[in-house]
Every structure is written in C-alpha cells, then in structure tokens.
C-alpha cells in the first residue's frame, strides 16, 4: 500500500472509530504528521523489573501529553503484552492492531491527558529491543536496550517518532550488585528487602524515542581525571580495559571542549556515560548523555596498530558529536539520517585534526570514508543522501555508506566552498535555531545560505536529492616545453544527464620545483581552466588534490604512467595515497590490469612507511589476487608476496607496519611456507618484534589453516581451545568451524544461521568471512540462492547493518558467471521490495566487475 493510500485509512479511521482494524503497519509519514499535528508536552514515566534470565520484563508507563484537538489516536506498542491500559483515569479495552494501541476520541480531551500501562516486554539474545548477553567468563548477565529507528514501541507504549520528542524519567527495579546507567545520573537508589534495588533517574531534556536507554548488570566504572565523561565495562573485562581507559576518557574529554566551543553550544545534556557493550550491533549508538559502544571497538581484540587507534578516536567523537548533532537537534525523520550520521562522522575528522594536528587526519578521511562512498554510488542501488522513507518500518534502509561515507565528503566540499567560517556559523546557527527540537535538511541548508550570502539550492538538488556521482576527467597538452590547454569535464558515472556543481584543486606536478594548485570551479559539461600565463608543461596532473571535491577522479591516460613511475618517489603522503586510490579505482573499472596493481604492489610496498597506506595497499592486492585474477597469475606472485609479508613482519622498524604484514600473510598464506609460518606463529617459533598477538590473533590463524585445509589444522584448533578458556574463545571456536571446506558443516551453519534464535547475532555476522572464505566458491555457491530468499527474514528480524554484511559475504564470495547469472534471474524473478532490490543491486555490482575483469584479462 502507497503512503497516500495509507494516509485515506489513518484518516477514515480518525473519522470512525470502528476503522481501527485499518490501522497501518508501522509508522507511515502521514501518522507520524497527524500526531505531531495535534501532540505536544510529551512525559514518560517509566518503571522497569529486571529479573535475571527472564524472557520478559515487567512494565508500567505513565504518558502525559497535550492535545489541540480530539480524535481518536494511536499509541504504538508491539512485541510486548498489555495487562491493564487506563486513559485519564478511566480503563479502556486493550485494543490492539498493526503494533498500534487505539485510545478512543470519547476519554480523550483537548489539553491535558494522560496513559496509564501495565505491561510485558520481550528479553531475549538476539531480535529484541531489550536484549540479554551472558558473560561466559564470569556466568554474569547484562541487560541493554537499543531501539533505533523504532523499536522503542517494542520496549514500551509511545509515540515511536523522532518529531515527537518526550520527557523521560526511568526507574528500574534489577539485583543490588547490578549498576543502572541511563540517560541521566541517578537521583535515587534504594535497597529492597528481596535483595533488589530500586534506581529512579533524574528527567530528561526533550529526546526522541531512539535517544532513550538503559543499561543494566554488573558493570564497574573506570576512574578517570577529574571532570572526564564515565565509562563502564562488564566486570570480567575491569581489569584488561584499564590500559585503554584514559585514551578514551581523554579524548572524549577533549572532544567535548573542542565541539562545544566550535558550535558555541555547551554540552547539551546534564552528564556524559560511555557504556561498553559486548556484542553491540554498531560500533556505538549515541543515547542522549549515555553512549553505548561495542566493547570490541574499544577494547582491542587484535594487537592494534596506530591506525585503529585513530579510528577509535574517530567513534568515540563520532557517537559524541551526535549530541549535538542527532540528539540535541534531531532530524524530524530518518528520511534526513544524513543529518546527523554524515555530520557526525565529518565532525569527527574535523575535531581529531584539530586535536591531533600531526596526524594527517584528512588522508586518513579519505581512506575510510570515500571508497565505501564511491564504490555504492557507483552502482544501480544508490540511493540520494535524502532518501524517501514512506514508513519507519523501512528506515534501516537508509543506513549504508551514502549516509556514513557520501554525505561526510560531500561536506567536507562545501566546507571547502563555503569557507571554514562560514560554515562554522552555519553549523551554529543551525543548532542555536532548532535546540531541542527538530530540523530537515532545508533548515541547515537556509543556514549556512544566511551566513554566506550564497544560494545552495542548486548545490542542495544535486548532492543532497540526487543520486549517483560525477566522474571528472581532465584534458590538456603542451606545446612543446608549455603547457598550451587544461580542461576539465564531467559525466554522471550512472548515465544520467545531471550536472554537478563542483569546486575542486587542481595539481600540476613538476617534480623537485614546487607543484602549482589551482583552485576550479566546474558547473557545466566541460570546463577550460583559464591561465592568464602560460605554465611550463607538467610531468603529469591530478584534478582533486588534498581531496576536497566528491566523485570519481580517475588518472589521465597521458599522466598514469608518469604517476606510476613517481609512486615510489612522491614525498607527500597524503597525494601519493589518492594517486594509489585513483589507480585501484581504475582496476575496479577494468580500465588497468589487476595484474598491473599486483605488480606495482610488489614493487614498491616494501618501501611504504606510511602504515594506513600499506595497509590498503595490501589490502587491494590481496582483494586482486583473490578475486580478479586466473588462479595461475595468483600462484606467480603469492609465494614472493607471502616471502616479503614474512620479512617486513619480522623486520620493519615501525610497529604498526609489523602488524600490517602479519595480517597480509594471515591472508596470504596459501604455500606450504606460508603455511609454515603461519603455525611458527602458533607454536611460538616464530614473533612479530615488540607485538604480542592477542587472542583473535591466534584464533584468526587456526580459521586460516582450517579454511585452506591445512592438515595440522584440527590440532590447532585443539591445542587453542585448550589454551584458550575465555567466553570470547567459545565465539572464536564458532567462527572457525565456519570456515570447514565441507559440505556438511556448511549445511549445518547455513541451518544455524536461519534458525537459531539463541545464536548471538555477533557471532553469526562474525563468522560469515568465514563461511564464505575467498578459496571456497565452489563450496558456497549451492548456498547463494538460500541467501537471498532469506533476505526479507533477515530484513525483519536483524539489526540494520546485518542485512548488508549478509549479502557482502555471500556474493562476495563468487566470482563466477554462473553466480552472477543466478543474482540476477534473483532480480527479476523473486517479488521482493525496493529496498531490497537496492541492497541486492549495490552489492552484486562488485560480483559484475570481478567476471568483468576476470574476461577482459584473463
């Protein structure tokens, strides 16, 4: 049923109360707009009885709120069990539908009203919003909620939209030994006679329903400097997160200075929590005053390099800028979830490269975030940054890398045209404006035009409502020692005849003299950059230095081999990181031979000192011996990749580019040398220097022997499950009997992964790799049509990103004709929805180009 159509019966039924067998699904745009027509004054009361290992809780809610006019309305609640429901003191019959209440036009009244709800809701490991993790170190229980985008009407009754944000005040009733951490800090706790205690927070500023949470077992807090936001850890984790404590205190602290500062805007919330979650379905969710972070993107599983302790750096200020950006000021629907994950991940790099200014935080911007961007926006299951989202039961759908990784560097280009200050103010106005309310895209967009005196509505069209991107190719010639002619022009990578406004910096090289920047504008097809004086010719040119523009920028024929010549040379890191992307780019188009990168990879990565950069390097040229060239080309270079990983692992003067090659031979390895020293490792005859590998580490080398069917893998997997006595080594065990090449156990995990509801959903997302591990397509491709009949399953019953990272594994793990064949009948032929369809259209474009390259050079 289409919104509108949606919209007639919500109507029809305001009109009689006998409609409510209408009611819809879901939360369609039309209800969430007639509620917040007519609601206001929204307050929770909300009272909580935690019992351990319950598969329910017991509840009651107490909601106030003002109404302009009287009609009957819905208040949302599924998954749960009303006992009694009363309406302005009066009991009402529980009429329930589509996870909506009715509350009848005839107790209602204009101005005040209030609810009354005795109720159950669900607890359980896997598919509620209230879920249960069991410590399998300590037998301790946890108990956590997470309710984005709404699955706050699972946990208890309201009004389940962000543009009806609502007063909190929680109270819990959980064991004495169990800590309770919420939103706000704790105005009461009281001992109880059975052993329980009962905590009662203090009220919330206005949040939506997302932004509430609770956390619940025995935590313990980690002391920090005076002044530095809390941060909690399950108890058997205490000790070992005390290393990495102050690291992360510390930069959030710095982060909250720094960002109240630049918004002008002080920390909108009474306090700030860091909570540490085991098996956290995202890296963090950004509560109001209380975030909750997956406790393995804090506490390291792997030896860390520098690199990932950068990008914890970046979560904890992502997830903290949400407070601002998302909480305090929340977008009226996630329609516009850019607004607050695009801002806060740009303003995440913004902060740490003002906090840690030697870092080179704008090249480390570009290699996390614009290759995810362009590698979707480049496919027929790109979405705009604004994406239409007609009911919030579809709002996992918009999240992805267009509004992560897109909508991050499309800001990054409009600072870029707009100036730092004036987008600063921009920023500032925009919060000081909707504090505490909500905003669309069009209020930020009318900032920043109020500060600048530029219109944006053309720039908005384009980059906020349009999908897709553009490719700039750039032209020019000499004439004899001068360069005579510079030209850049566009085309939309999808085939459509859209016209980006872009402002870019061009780079003219000239070897040891300094480079030339040009500073160009390109709103048209094709563009000549004018030069009042003729330049002397380049050795070659790149037309996005320092990476300020969006969009495909691809080497010109004439400069490519200059540039690859020149890889080795090139002083600055940050350029000689987008010329290494533009020719990975220019593989995935299957412009260069695989074999080419291959080639260069071996050539110059031994010389690499920059750590991020080697590591995806690395990482390309695994991903092209794995999946775009002949098993022949394959086995010619991984003896002498595997020999030159083993070096630099035992050789490098740099620690964190120890760790690189150590994972570049985990991947690697395939020889029986490579083998070998996969299990020196084990066995302790070998080390990489000044590293000791942790747990995943090991665990991750016993799945590699088990995958490439080593015949000592058994054993190393017997003599690590006896060393290893960890809850964490039980997850390790699962993901490494995934990779098993037979049959049997891939039917029994394929089974498991559909059917187990008690399966922590971490630990079959982290063995999918596994299962479909890159030498097994044979093996998994039987598997591929199951995978995407399960998608609408999966779609209902998972966390947001889970659906993505299912596809990913099952489709990325082919590379056959036959495979892609079978994807696209898939397509045609199966009746899923359009959001669907997308995901599976974004995902299989990487399965065309692999058998597009594969036939193109074979």
């Not at 009004?159 to 819990?172: E, S």
């Amino acid at each position: 049923m289409c919104v509108r159509l949606l919209s007639v019966a919500f109507l029809a039924f305001l009109a009689v109360s006998s409609a409510f067998a209408n009611a819809p699904q879901g939360i369609p745009r039309e209800l969430a707009r007639e509620r917040a027509a007519v609601i206001s004054g929204v307050r929770y009361r909300l009272s909580f009885v935690l019992t351990p290992q319950a598969p329910t809780t017991s509840a009651t809610a107490e909601i106030r709120f003002k109404l302009r006019s009287v009609s009957s309305l819905l208040l949302d609640f599924r998954d749960g069990i009303i006992h009694k429901i009363s309406l302005n003191d009066s009991p009402i019959p529980v009429k329930m539908e589509n996870g909506h209440i009715e509350l009848p036009a005839a107790r209602l009244r204009v101005g005040d009203n209030t609810v009354r709800v005795q109720f159950a809701a669900q607890v359980a490991p896997a598919g509620k919003a209230i879920t249960r993790y069991e410590d399998r170190d300590d037998h301790t229980e946890y108990i956590y909620t997470l309710f984005v985008p709404m699955d706050a009407s699972m946990a208890f009754p309201c009004f389940d939209q962000p543009n009806l944000k609502g007063r909190f005040k929680l109270q819990v009733t959980a064991p004495e030994n169990w800590m309770i951490i919420s939103n706000t800090a704790v105005e009461n706790a009281a001992a109880l006679a059975d052993g329980q205690r009962r905590t009662t927070f203090g009220e919330t500023q206005p949040i939506s329903t997302y932004l509430f949470a609770f956390a619940a077992g025995p935590f313990r807090k980690l002391s920090g400097s005076a002044g530095s936001p809390g941060l909690y850890v399950r108890q058997s984790k205490f000790k070992s997160a005390q290393a990495e404590a102050p690291e992360v205190q510390q930069i959030a602290a710095q982060g909250i200075s720094y960002l109240s500062n630049f918004f002008a805007q002080p920390f909108p919330f009474s306090k700030y929590d860091m909570v540490l979650i085991p098996g956290f379905a995202y890296g963090g969710m950004e509560h109001a005053g209380a975030t909750f972070l997956r406790e393995e993107s804090v506490l390291f599983r792997v030896a860390p390099t520098h690199t990932d302790q950068l990008g914890r750096d970046i979560l904890v200020l992502h997830e903290l800028t949400h407070q601002w950006f998302g909480d305090l000021v929340t977008m009226r629907w996630f329609d516009d979830l850019w607004l607050k994950e695009g801002f806060a991940q740009y303003m995440a790099y913004q902060a740490l490269a003002a906090l840690k200014p030697n870092e080179n935080i704008w090249k480390r911007f570009y290699e996390a975030t614009k290759p995810a961007a362009y590698t979707i926006d480049s496919t027929d299951g790109t979405t705009p940054i604004y994406q239409d989202i007609p009911n919030l039961m579809d709002a996992k759908s918009a999240y992805g890398a267009i509004v992560y990784d897109k909508a991050p560097g499309v800001l990054k280009q409009l600072a870029f045209v707009l100036g730092p200050e004036a987008f600063r103010d921009g920023l500032r106005g925009y919060l000081r404006e909707h504090a505490y309310a909500n905003a669309d895209w069009s209020d930020l967009v009318h900032s920043f035009e109020a500060v600048s005196g530029r219109p944006l509505d053309q720039w908005g069209a384009m980059w906020i409502r349009h999908r897709g991107m553009p490719q700039v190719d750039v032209t020019w010639s000499c004439d004899g020692n001068r360069l005579s002619r510079l030209s850049l022009s566009q085309k939309d990578v999808l085939g459509t005849a859209g016209i980006w406004p872009i402002t870019t910096q061009i780079l003219l090289d000239y070897g040891e003299n300094n480079p030339v920047r040009m500073r160009a504008q390109l709103n048209q097809r094709t563009m000549e950059v004018p030069d009042d004086a003729s330049r002397p010719c380049p050795r070659f040119v790149f037309a996005n230095d320092q990476d300020y523009a969006y969009g495909r920028f691809l080497i010109d024929a004439r400069s490519q081999e200059s540039v690859m010549n020149q890889l080795g040379a090139t002083p600055d890191v940050f350029r000689r990181t987008l010329f290494w992307g533009s020719l990975w780019e220019s593989v995935r188009r299957a412009d260069l031979p695989p074999r080419t990168y291959i080639a260069l990879a071996e050539k110059f990565l031994q010389a690499e000192t920059d750590e991020s950069l080697a590591q995806g390097i690395l990482s390309h040229a695994i991903t092209a011996l794995h999946r775009y060239v002949s098993d022949d080309t394959r086995r010619q270079f991984v003896p002498v990749l595997e020999a030159a990983a083993a070096n630099q692992m035992a050789q490098s003067p740099d620690q964190g580019l120890r760790i690189v090659w150590f994972r570049g031979l985990l991947r690697l390895a395939e020889t029986p040398a490579g083998l070998a020293k996969l299990k020196a490792l084990l066995n302790g005859q070998l080390s990489v220097p000044g590293v000791e590998l942790r747990p995943l580490d090991r665990w991750s080398i016993v799945t590699a022997l088990i995958a490439l069917g080593d015949p000592e893998a058994d054993a190393a997997l017997h003599d690590e499950q006896r060393l290893d006595h960890s809850g964490d080594a039980q997850e390790y065990a699962y993901v490494a009997e995934a990779a098993r090449p037979n049959s049997g156990s891939k039917q029994k995990y394929f089974e498991d992964y559909l059917h187990d509801s008690s399966r922590p959903e971490d630990w079959i997302e982290q063995s999918l790799a596994a299962f479909n591990y890159w030498n097994q397509s044979a093996l998994t491709e039987p598997y591929l049509q199951g995978a995407l009949e399960a998608l609408s399953q999966i779609k209902r019953d998972r966390k947001i990103f889970f659906l993505v990272d299912w596809l990913d594994a099952f489709l990325g793990g082919q590379q056959s004709p036959t495979a892609q064949a079978g994807v696209h009948r898939f397509l045609k032929t199966a009746n899923v929805d359009e959001d669907l369809q997308l995901k599976i259209l974004q995902v299989v474009d990487e399965l065309d180009r692999t058998v597009a390259i594969r036939q193109k050079f074979p």
